[in-house]
C-alpha cells in the first residue's frame, strides 16, 4: 500500500474500524476515507455502489459490522445474520466491481466449530456445528470469507479474510446487555465501586475460556497482512490472536482488582456459557512475522483508562 493510496476504513467509529484509522494515521497514510452508518447504510447496495462509483477506493478494509455478545448474539439472530450478510454481499461486490486493488474481511473466532479441537486452526472450518448462540452471525461470516474465496478464484480479486478472537479496547460497547464480557465487566465492576455495591452479578459458570487481544494490535495486524501479503500468501483465512486464553473468572478477578473493587462476585447461572473455549491456533501468522504488543493487563489498564471518559455515553444505557 502506497503512502498516498485511496484507503477506505468501512465502519470507522467502531472498536475496529477506529483503531484501524488510529493504526493508518500513524503509520503516515495519507489518502484516507471513512464512512459509517450515520453518513449511509453499507446494508443498501445502492448506496454501496454510489460510494464505490464517486469514491474509487484502491484498498478496503471492511470493519462494518452488526455485532455484540453472547446475549445480543442469542436474542437477535434475524438481525445479525440480515445485517451483516447484506453489508457484506455489497461491499464485496462493489470492491469488485470497482477494481479494488486490496480488500480485508474481518471474520471472527466463532466461526469455528463449539467443540474444535483446541487452539483451533484455520483448517478447523466447518468440520462440525457451530455455537448455538452465535450461528447466525457465524454464519454470516463464513458467508463472507467464502464470497472473498470465489470471487478471488473466480475473478482473479486479491480479497483476503482473517478471524481475529474477541477483542477489546477504546471506543468498545458498554451497554449491558448486547455488549461483550471484557468491556461489561469493567463497566459493572467500576460502577459497583463508585456505588459501593456488595456484590457484582457475572453471566454464566465463569468457566469457560476466552482468548483476548487489544484491539490496537489487531489494527497492526491488519495494516501489516495488507502491506506485506496476498491472497495468494495467505489462503482462504488466517487466524489473528494473542495465543493464550484465561477463564471468565480469572478475567473477572484480574479487571475486579485493576478497578480496584472489594466486594462479591455472583454468577447468574440462567444466563449461557456459551462454546466452552475457542482458542485461536496463531501460528501461521506468527510465521509471517507477526505478533502482538499489548498484554491482557496492559490492554484492560488502557481500556479502564478510555472507559473513564467515555462512561458519561453509557450511563443511561
Ligand atoms: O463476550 P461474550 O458475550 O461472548 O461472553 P462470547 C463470553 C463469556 O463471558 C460467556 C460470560 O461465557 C458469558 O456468559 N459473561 C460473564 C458475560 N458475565 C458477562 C457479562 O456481564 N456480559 C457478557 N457479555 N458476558 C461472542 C459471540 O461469544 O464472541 C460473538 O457471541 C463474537 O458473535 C464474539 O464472535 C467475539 O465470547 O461467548
Redesign the pocket.
Known amino acids: 500500500m502506497e503512502k498516498d493510496a485511496k484507503i477506505y476504513v468501512a465502519g470507522y467509529k467502531g472498536l475496529v474500524g477506529s483503531a484501524i484509522k488510529r493504526k493508518l494515521e500513524e503509520k503516515g497514510y495519507t489518502n484516507l476515507i471513512f464512512s459509517d452508518i450515520d453518513d449511509f447504510d453499507l446494508q443498501r447496495q445502492t448506496e454501496t455502489e454510489a460510494f464505490f462509483e464517486k469514491e474509487k477506493p484502491e484498498y478496503v478494509f471492511l470493519a462494518a459490522a452488526k ?8 436474542t437477535y439472530p434475524a438481525e ?1 445474520i440480515y445485517s451483516n450478510l447484506s453489508i457484506e454481499v455489497n461491499v464485496i461486490h462493489a470492491a469488485y466491481k470497482h477494481g479494488v486493488k486490496k480488500f480485508l474481511f474481518l471474520g ?3 466461526i469455528y466449530p463449539r467443540l474444535a479441537p483446541q487452539p483451533m486452526k484455520e483448517a478447523h472450518l466447518l468440520d462440525s456445528p457451530l ?1 448455538p ?2 450461528e447466525a ?2 454464519i454470516a ?1 463464513i458467508a463472507g470469507l467464502k464470497m472473498c474465496r470465489y470471487y478471488n478464484e473466480q475473478y482473479g480479486t486479491n480479497f483476503i479474510s482473517v478471524m ?4 477489546f479496547g477504546p471506543n468498545d460497547n458498554y451497554d ?1 446487555q ?5 468491556p ?2 469493567i463497566r ?1 465492576f467500576h460502577e459497583a465501586k463508585i456505588n459501593n455495591k456488595p456484590f457484582v ?6 468457566s ?1 475460556k ?1 482468548e483476548f487481544l487489544y484491539v490496537d494490535d489487531l489494527a497492526d495486524a491488519v495494516v501489516f497482512l495488507m502491506e506485506k501479503y496476498d491472497y495468494k500468501d495467505i489462503g482462504e483465512i488466517i487466524n489473528i490472536g494473542c495465543g493464550e486464553d484465561i477463564s ?1 473468572k480469572e ?2 478477578e484480574m479487571i475486579k482488582s485493576i478497578v480496584g473493587y472489594e466486594g462479591e462476585l455472583k ?2 447461572t440462567d ?5 466452552p473455549r ?1 482458542l485461536l491456533d496463531v501460528s501461521r501468522l506468527k510465521e509471517l512475522g507477526w505478533t502482538p504488543q499489548h498484554t491482557l493487563k496492559q490492554g484492560i489498564l488502557n481500556t479502564y483508562k478510555s472507559f473513564l471518559k467515555e462512561q458519561d455515553r453509557w450511563k443511561s444505557r
Do not use: M, Q
Open positions: 455485532v455484540g455478545g453472547i446475549w445480543a448474539n442469542k445479525f471472527s473466532s466463532c455455537e448462540t452465535n452471525y457465524a461470516k481475529p478472537t474477541n477483542l449491558l448486547t455488549s461483550h464480557v471484557l461489561a465487566l459493572k452479578e457475572l453471566w454464566g459458570t465463569g469457560p476466552r471468565i478475567l473477572a454468577w447468574d444466563k449461557p456459557d456459551g462454546t475457542k
